[in-house]
């Protein structure tokens, strides 16, 4: 009997050894969980704001297409590996002509997205936001609707206003350049726009209406970023050039970006044949006498 109470001692001692040392492994689990959800958590919060900086002038999440695919669970979608290059330079995956790229540019209007000079441990940061479990926003009760259902209404501003806008007669109030200076549109007069970047005439159709309104809001192209990120459109400006290329989008004439070309050829044509022809007989009489001696 006494045997009996010693054993059972003995067990509810190991018992008690067993749930201590049972709860001190939980313990360091959950500790290196949270250092390891931590850090990861971190990451998805910067890639969250690069998203927000980068990526939402052409995507949503959640919400539909715009100038760029809807990325609610591209995570699972995609391999890593393929998003990581994706992201980090899909010119050159475009280049290479990697099917998905090339199927996903052909199903976006030839659009292609542009290299974002991103980091390596920026497109990691990006991926991790894109695989976590991140919802759309809603408004009030109603769900969501995709961007290319909403209803097509006529594009707001007004297409006067915002082709003085683009050809630099009325001064973007943020301090920017005019499109113009980079830009051309068919029936902007005889100069036409500068070249440095393509022809905005079709861009409405090439777009869409949702997707230019977003471009336009957040200019997602790295030269257009340089510049713009401190002084962005504002809405009414937005609108205004966006209502200006739905109509220039209707134009049937040739855009006339080259004639910048022609016309500084011209002038350098000018400058330099005018003065031969007013003076050229003059010097070749003042290099004669000089080579004969006289006086």
């Known amino acids: 009997m006494q045997w009996l109470q010693i054993c059972r001692r003995r067990l509810i001692a190991t018992d008690g050894i067993l749930t201590v040392l049972l709860l001190a492994g939980l313990l360091m689990v959950a500790a290196v969980s949270w250092a390891a959800a931590a850090p990861s958590t971190q990451l998805a919060e910067k890639g969250e704001a690069l998203f927000q900086q980068k990526c939402n002038s052409c ?18 979608k995609r ?31 030839n659009i292609p997205m542009p290299n ?13 936001y894109l695989e976590g479990p991140t919802e759309p926003e809603h408004h009030g009760d109603s769900p969501a609707q995709p961007l290319s259902a909403q209803a097509k209404s006529p594009a707001p501003g007004d297409p006067v206003i915002g082709r003085e806008l683009f050809i630099g007669a009325v001064l973007l109030q943020n ?47 790295p030269t257009m970023q340089g510049v713009f990120q401190a002084k962005p459109l504002t809405p009414a400006e937005q609108g205004n050039l966006l209502a200006f290329f739905a109509q220039s989008a209707k134009q049937t004439a040739e855009p ?19 003065p031969q022809v007013l003076w ?12 004969g001696g006289e006086k």
Do not use: Y
């Not at 995507?59 to 699972?76: A, E, Q, R, S, Y």
């Open 280 to 291: 050229g007989k003059r010097l070749k009489g003042v290099r004669k006498r000089l080579v």
């Open 79 to 109: 391999e890593r590996a393929w998003l990581e290059s994706f992201i980090f330079a899909p010119d050159k995956m475009i280049a290479q002509k990697d099917p998905i790229a090339t199927q996903r540019l052909k199903e976006f209007n």
């Open 175 to 221: 301090g920017g350049p005019s499109c113009m200076s980079c830009h051309s549109v068919a029936g902007t007069g005889v100069l036409g726009g500068g070249t440095m970047g393509p022809d905005l005439t079709h861009v409405f159709q090439r777009f869409g209406e949702s997707g230019l309104s977003s471009a336009l809001q957040g200019l997602p192209f």
């Open 59 to 76: 995507h949503t999440i959640g919400k539909g297409n715009l100038v760029g695919p809807d990325l609610k669970g591209v995570g699972t």
């Open 116 to 128: 974002l000079g991103l980091s390596k441990a920026e497109v990691d940061a990006l991926i991790t």
């Open 256 to 274: 006339t970006g080259s004639n910048f070309v022609w016309i500084g050829l011209g002038g350098f044509i000018v400058l330099v044949g005018v």
